[in-house]
């Protein structure tokens, strides 16, 4: 049977709301008369809600005439903690900090001249000082950078929790003159400095000279209460219980308010108002027990799971700039464990993936034992627990009806888990209806009934090569970090290719992949389809979608592939692509050192295109080759050697200069990373010009029309928050009758994009370039 909530008096509900309408009239004044902000305002209401909840818990029917004088040093604290959270107006502060000073004197004595005395009043009035040294110390230490200062306002609450553990340090003492004078300094020195009239090195001093006494003073009563006790005990458990609740605490609200986006993540972020919260203690508070236990395990096994979730977006943010999609997104869990098996090997590989196994389940399993041991001890405090819930909905609501935030796009009224909850529900009714969305895209293509000798009739006689550039992106063109040397590199290409007879055109695609996801863009740059994840991709591969590059091979190409990055069988490149060979890395004869995930240099996969494919009379041959060196972890990266001496790549070596080990890259500042990745870039780029630069050279008659383009943009990290999908895509050749046929296109001359460039979806790519190159159907 649940216990009742006793009611307060009506002179206590008079003098409470009194109190209220108070702080309410002083956060409209400091609003209006000085500017205080959201911030504050949700930070006073919310200091006014507790002030009202703990004197209502308080036990007395009254406050009386010198409860209320203290009621009334309350109210200024309020403005005192709005004017904290949100410091508009240094002279308000101040001045409400000083007033509640000196009425810090009144009550007191009003107290004693009216014989109205009481221990409540006693503690109410020495709870009021220890919350304004708080706040002022918060303050001081954030206008001088000095968290030491912090000290002088957690003194009081750390002598407290020590007396969990000690408790003879909860025994009685007769209060000293001295004590009191050190306890008044506090305050004095915490508003004098808030002033900043003074010098900072004076402040500092002022403030360690205070933060001495009060360890004097303090240090004093714990050797007076050690002599004043007989027995000496130290009850752990308690403690510990309290450290188990408090993690607890942490742990719900690091589930709830963790947000899924790693550009998010600030401390700031955490300290937000949860609806969820506010919901769950009310319910854990009314329901009976055998319903709470069962009820609090089932919402904290969720609460787990989205936890898990939450950090797998996180993780996605960071490396694929979305949300993780548990429905579409399985797939690359297993991508990941094979580039850490890759990159550091198949024992560390096994390793990761235990332990990212193990924490999941930990993770779930202590956030429901979480939030069933706060539910337990708000069911056994109910009436705690429902002044909680009304101080917290108070909170939320002003912060709700303000659009108070902290961080920006952040609401400091947070709903995050609940809206991620239905997101996610929606989103298998999503998954459905975009497969239903995608039949219906496919089953759309002018091509699919072109006969073979119709096709790409004005490049027959010509090799084409398409080169696949990994991660590069608008960003490396862009980023005034990176943009001016990676253009150097295009620039001296330009100058180069045209003294060999080259030309380029180069316009812009926007890849429906960030980050990753390699295979989705090419596939969408073959097929001419948006195949933005792995539901999507298992469909295509099923289908009889004409890709270009089985256009190709039925117009009567060779039809090759130069995968370094492919370890594992791939059926789909004959049956779906239409490959007539797929060069896997195990199909190259590389025999030479790895370069973290990338198996082998990109110069080796361009001279073993030349060895395998490109010999004494070989056919025309369509061949679509990914540049892997900038994959990430873009380092180390190769020596560049004499084409004529590749031979199976045991020449090569790591490049000359320092270089950061793969681990290191994720650990090290993001300008240093970009660094990394730029030099990576210009290392493909510089390889694939000096290979077409020297086929002209060897063989000019059979010099390739070459397609260069970037596959995605690389992770956030690199390009910060925000960027474009974009990627660099040209067209190179030697005849100027292939570059005349993208004349409308409006591409830029050269190897750089202008600005005007248009920009495409890499879906439009295939059809734009079949109607270029063939008639249209």
Not at 140 to 168: E, K
Not at 462 to 470: I, L, M
Request: hydrophobic share 50%; net charge neutral; with cysteine.
């Amino acid at each position: 049977m649940l216990a009742r909530v006793p009611r307060p008096s009506p002179t206590l509900v008079a003098e409470l709301t009194a109190g209220a309408l108070g702080s309410a009239v002083l956060l409209a004044a400091l609003a209006f008369g000085a500017g205080l902000g959201p911030v504050g305002l949700v930070t006073g209401t919310t200091a006014a809600a507790a002030l009202v909840a703990v004197l209502l818990g308080g036990g007395v029917d009254r406050l009386g005439p010198a409860g209320r004088v203290t009621l009334g040093r309350g109210v200024l604290i309020v403005g005192v903690t709005a004017l904290v959270a949100d410091p508009v107006s240094v002279t308000a502060l101040v001045a409400c900090a000083s007033v509640a000073l000196v009425l810090d004197g009144v009550d007191g004595a009003v107290a004693r001249r009216r014989d109205v005395a009481s221990a409540f009043g006693a503690r109410f009035d020495m709870e009021l000082d220890a919350v304004l040294v708080l706040v002022l110390s918060v303050h001081v230490a954030g206008l001088l950078g000095s968290n030491w200062v912090l000290l002088i306002g957690l003194a009081r609450y750390l002598f407290v929790a020590a007396g969990a553990v000690l408790p003879w340090l909860r025994g009685e003492l007769a209060p000293l003159f001295s004590g009191k004078v050190v306890a008044a300094i506090q305050g004095v020195v915490l508003v004098v400095v808030s002033a900043q009239l003074l010098p900072d090195l004076v402040a500092r001093v002022l403030l360690a000279l205070a933060l001495a006494a009060l360890a004097w003073s303090f240090g004093r009563d714990v050797v007076r209460l050690w002599r004043a006790a007989g027995e000496h005990p130290v009850r752990v458990r308690p403690a510990v219980a309290a450290v188990v609740t408090v993690a607890a605490g942490v742990l719900v609200l690091v589930a709830l308010l963790t947000p899924g986006d790693f550009a998010l993540l600030t401390p700031l972020t955490w300290l937000r108002v949860p609806l969820e919260v506010v919901v769950g203690l009310a319910v854990a508070a009314v329901l009976p027990a055998p319903l709470r236990r069962v009820a609090a395990w089932a919402g904290g096994i969720v609460l787990g799971l989205l936890l898990v979730l939450t950090l797998f977006d996180i993780g996605f943010s960071l490396s694929l700039a979305r949300p993780f999609d548990p429905a579409r997104d399985a797939v690359l869990l297993g991508n990941a464990y094979d580039f850490v098996a890759e990159t550091s090997g198949p024992a560390i590989g096994t390793v990761v993936a235990v332990l990212v196994a193990v924490l999941a389940v930990v993770l779930v399993v202590a956030t429901g034992g979480a939030v069933a041991r706060l539910a337990r001890i708000a069911g056994a405090r109910r009436s705690a627990s429902l002044r909680l819930v009304a101080v917290l909905a108070v909170a939320w609501a002003v912060a709700w009806a303000a659009s108070a935030q902290l961080v920006p796009t952040v609401p400091l009224a947070s709903r995050d888990t609940s809206i991620r909850t239905v997101e996610r529900a929606e989103a298998v009714g999503t998954g459905v209806r975009d497969q239903a969305a995608f039949e219906a895209e496919a089953s759309v293509d002018a091509y699919a009934d072109v006969p073979g000798d119709q096709l790409l009739t004005a490049l027959r006689g010509r090799d084409v090569v398409v080169a696949v550039v990994e991660s590069y992106g608008m960003s490396a063109l862009q980023d005034p970090a990176m943009s001016g040397p990676v253009r150097a590199v295009l620039d001296d290409g330009e100058r180069r290719l045209g003294a060999a007879g080259y030309a380029a055109r180069t316009g812009v695609l926007t890849s429906p992949v960030a980050g990753g996801g390699s295979w989705l863009a090419h596939a969408t740059l073959l097929s001419g389809l948006w195949i933005d994840g792995e539901q999507r991709h298992r469909d295509l591969v099923a289908s009889g979608r004409l890709t270009l590059t089985r256009a190709f091979h039925e117009a009567g190409w060779r039809a090759v592939a130069v995968a370094p990055g492919t370890t594992k069988p791939w059926p789909e490149g004959s049956s779906f692509f239409g490959y007539d060979r797929a060069y896997g890395a195990d199909d190259l004869g590389y025999r030479g050192p790895r370069y973290s995930w990338s198996t082998m240099p990109d110069q080796y996969a361009l001279a073993a295109f030349d060895r395998l494919e490109r010999g004494p009379g070989a056919p025309p041959t369509m061949a679509e080759i990914a540049l892997t060196s900038s994959h990430v972890p873009w380092t180390p990266l190769p020596r560049t050697v004499p084409w004529e001496a590749v031979g199976d790549g045991s020449v090569f070596a790591p490049a000359d200069g320092p270089q950061q080990t793969f681990e290191s890259v994720f650990t090290t500042p993001p300008e240093q990373v970009r660094e990394v990745y730029r030099r990576s870039i210009e290392y493909s780029l510089a390889t694939l010009v000096a290979w077409t630069e020297r086929q002209a050279a060897l063989n000019p008659g059979r010099a390739p029309v070459l397609v260069v383009l970037g596959d995605h943009q690389p992770y956030p990290m690199i390009t910060g928050p925000g960027a474009s999908r974009d990627v660099p895509i040209s067209i190179v050749s030697r005849d100027p009758a292939v570059l005349a046929r993208i004349g409308a296109w409006g591409w830029s001359d050269g190897l750089t994009p202008d600005p005007t460039a248009p920009v495409w979806r890499m879906d439009a790519f295939r059809d734009r370039f079949l109607d270029a190159y063939g008639p249209r159907p």
